[in-house]
């Protein structure tokens, strides 16, 4: 099982044993950490090797054929 903070980005593999949870919330627990510092860790369900895929364009707009051909028939005027 893995977390991730929303506020550092960080992920985790596991909250250490020292960790204190200061807040809980329905998707989000808060931990202030035995460094200091306050992490809001959500489970990760598996593990994401991209995770800036949703952000970007699905596909990249393409010309259809038909368009194409279109094209470069005026460009041989
Ligand atoms: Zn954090």
Same mark, same amino acid.
């Given at each position: 099982m893995s977390y991730r903070c929303r506020i550092c980005e960080k992920k985790f593999d596991a909250i250490p044993e020292n960790a204190v949870e200061v807040n809980h919330q329905s998707? *989000?627990?808060? *931990? +202030?950490?035995?460094?200091?510092?306050?992490?809001?860790?959500?489970?990760?369900? &598996?593990?994401?090797? &991209?995770? %800036?895929?949703? +952000? &970007? %364009?699905?596909?990249?707009? &393409?010309f259809s054929t038909g368009t194409m051909a279109h094209a470069f028939r005026n460009l041989k005027r």
């Amino acid at each position: 099982m893995s977390y991730r903070c929303r506020i550092c980005e960080k992920k985790f593999d596991a909250i250490p044993e020292n960790a204190v949870e200061v807040n809980h919330q329905s998707f *989000y627990t808060t *931990y +202030r950490f035995p460094n200091g510092l306050v992490h809001d860790l959500r489970v990760v369900a &598996q593990p994401t090797p &991209q995770p %800036e895929v949703e +952000r &970007q %364009e699905p596909e990249p707009k &393409q010309f259809s054929t038909g368009t194409m051909a279109h094209a470069f028939r005026n460009l041989k005027r």
